[in-house]
């Protein structure tokens, strides 16, 4: 999810993955909400995939309150209980997922 997209008339969602992920963004530390690995990871695969396909703000990017970065993983969280995702408060923009 990237907000400079929408300006350019692209949707926010982008499949685009970089070699580093978990990169410093605006000199903050990545902070690791969720880590799934072997079997389990294996099999929510295919239920998150179709989630980020119904991500009904794929479009929309707002700093506040949202959707943004954190609405995103906040959504596919609700839309997949099995990963068990608790996003922190300090996620601004992941209480948006909430309130629809």
Do not use: C, H
Not at 11 to 25: F, K, V
Not at 42 to 70: C, D, H, M, Q
Not at 92 to 100: L, R
């Amino acid at each position: 999810m990237v907000g400079w997209r929408v300006n350019r008339g692209l949707p926010a969602l982008s499949e685009y993955q970089t070699p580093t992920p978990d990169r410093y963004w605006f000199g903050a530390k990545p902070e690791k909400v969720l880590s799934l690995v072997g079997p389990k990871a294996e099999a929510l695969i295919p239920k998150i995939n179709a989630a980020v396909k119904r991500y009904p703000w794929a479009n929309e990017y707002t700093v506040f309150p949202g959707p943004n970065s954190n609405t995103f993983p906040t959504w596919i969280g609700l839309q997949v209980p099995e990963l068990n995702l608790d996003m922190p408060f300090s996620a601004i923009g992941s209480g948006y997922a909430d309130n629809e």
